[in-house]
């Protein structure tokens, strides 16, 4: 049995126009993994996801899905998938449990199946008490969760989500975090794209980084943060500095009295940075990054792609 949930080789895409979407990537999602997809727009995701769902036609390589190539046996591999797409694709006038069960009916399930599962997944989700409304009476933040709720009717072992909180407010997008850290705990193999870079380096314990139908960058996500050649943290401090400070190796900037900021190389273990500052009996109340860390890496990466093209 194969150990990845997807595997993808040599995969590209040519359009009849002739632009190249995606140019030979090679990627590979292990079984239980949470996995991070991002890129700039146009760079690729939503053509890779196409075809894992046979939207789209690749023009050459391989793609497998827990060991099954879509070539040789697509309704077995698209059974192991639940896509949550980016655009709301569903009848507004149906009734909320009827969407569901629908779905899981594509899948084979029987209608008692189908009903037990639609409501069970609407539990989950915090959509049964509205399981008898048409769709159209939800809220935006209602409508993502129901269109996540329509992916696991069938309970897929393989749950793909193209920007699934777009447009929702940070309180919701947090409690759907949960879930699916909860569902990820459970065993699900989760693919995620987004534009919230945050939301990336909360999650994904794997992530790639796309730009112009090329994967340049696919690693854990420890090892991929350490590509950043420095780090910045913002020290708030417990008292007020009296003097400038100099700490070797460190820049130091100091923002007001109370706030400090240290840009080192990112090698540096943290637990200099600290001794450091206790040398010089430097006390803080808090220290966070300067800036969110996929993000900058993700803007390196890819002006480093722009700058050779």
Sequence with gaps: MSSWALEVRNLRKVYENGREALKGINLTIPIGDFFGLLGPNGAGKSTLISILVSLTRKTEGKVRIFGVDIDEDFPLARKK????????????????????????????????????????????????EKRHEQARVLSGGMKRRLMIARALVHDPAFLILDEPTAGVDLELRRQLWHYLEKLNAQG??????????????????????????????????????????????????????????????????????????????????????????????ISFCSVKNKTNRLEELFLMLTQKEESHG
């Design 188 to 281: 699900k193999t989760i693919l995620l794209t987004t534009h919230y870079l945050e939301e990336a380096e909360s999650l994904c314990r794997h992530i790639a980084i796309i730009r112009d139908g090329e994967v340049v960058a696919c690693k854990d996500k420890k090892s991929l943060l350490a590509m950043l050649d420095t780090t910045t943290l913002v020290l708030e401090l417990e008292r007020p500095l009296k003097r400038q400070i100099s700490l070797p190796g460190v820049s130091v900037n100091q923002i007001d009295a109370e706030t400090i900021e240290l840009t080192f190389p990112s090698r540096v273990p943290m637990s200099k940075i600290m001794k450091l500052l206790e040398r010089k009996q």
């Design 81 to 128: 998938i639940g896509i949550v797409p980016q655009e709301f694709n569903f009848n507004i006038f149906e009734k909320v449990l009827q969407i569901v069960a629908n779905q899981a009916g594509y899948y084979g399930l029987s209608y008692r199946q189908a009903k037990e599962r639609a409501e069970y997944v609407l539990q989950e989700l915090q959509l049964y």
